[in-house]
Antibody, heavy 120, light 112 residues
Framework: EVQLVESGGGLVKPGGSLRLSCAAS????????MNWVRQAPGKGLEWVSS????????YYADSVKGRFTISRDNAKNSLYLQMNSLRAEDTAVYYC?????????????WGQGTMVTVSS | QSVLTQPPSVSAAPGQKVTISCSGS????????VSWYQQLPGTAPKLLIY???KRPSGIPDRFSGSKSGTSATLGITGLQTGDEADYYC?????????????FGGGTKLTVL
């Protein structure tokens, strides 16, 4: 079964750091670009960052640029998001999602999400 | 404020048809493929439509998509109570930093 499972969320104080992980299974992880998408409570989807299959291309939303770092370990079938200098507005459910080149980069597989709460 | 504009809510009776619009610009919808995502309450988003009008395996043909110029539309026929969800359009935007993905603000569908 094709699956993405996020972990690492939790409660952190403003200015703190957190590292999210996304474990992939059921497909050749190293062949796909991957993304992080977040959803603040009661709000819509916001794309956060993407990384190409070999990590050659990395992009960030302006709202997280300079504070978040996306990375991947193809040997471990894992995607990561290092989040530093966290702010209250970063509070959200964070989803990892797979790009499908076959589907012209639609996000065809999503994880169940992990909640990040930034509060003092 | 989302880059792509969707109506906040739509509603219709069971068995009826509903459409959800998604308006953008030449830098996003006008020159890129549009996808649609369904998010049932308390769950992760799910791909519903890709390449403007194609359905992934397992998505019933009650769901359809179309695109014209800088706007896209999701159509749902034969509405069921199980279709109550939030629907999001998404695409890539070339006016922002390279590689940016944009979503609409989402539309809540109520099946009366």
């Amino acid at each position: 079964e094709v699956q993405l499972v996020e972990s690492g969320g939790g409660l952190v104080k403003p200015g703190g750091s957190l590292r999210l992980s996304c474990a992939a299974s059921g497909f050749t992880f190293s062949s796909y670009s991957m993304n992080w998408v977040r959803q603040a409570p009661g709000k819509g989807l916001e794309w956060v960052s993407s990384i190409s299959s070999s990590s050659s291309y990395i992009y960030y939303a302006d709202s997280v640029k300079g504070r978040f770092t996306i990375s991947r370990d193809n040997a471990k079938n894992s995607l990561y998001l290092q989040m530093n200098s966290l702010r209250a507005e970063d509070t959200a459910v964070y989803y990892c999602a797979r790009n499908s080149k076959l589907l012209h980069d639609a996000f065809d597989i999503w994880g169940q999400g992990t909640m990040v709460t930034v509060s003092s | 404020q989302s880059v792509l504009t969707q109506p906040p809510s739509v509603s219709a009776a069971p068995g009826q048809k509903v459409t959800i619009s998604c308006s953008g610009s030449s830098s996003n919808i006008g020159n890129n493929y549009v996808s649609w995502y369904q998010q049932l309450p308390g769950t992760a988003p799910k791909l519903l439509i890709y390449d403007n009008n194609k359905r992934p395996s397992g998505i019933p043909d009650r769901f359809s998509g179309s695109k014209s110029g800088t706007s896209a539309t999701l159509g749902i026929t034969g509405l069921q109570t199980g279709d109550e969800a939030d629907y999001y359009c998404g695409t890539w935007d070339s006016s922002l930093s390279a590689g940016d993905v944009v979503f609409g603000g989402g539309t809540k569908l109520t099946v009366l």
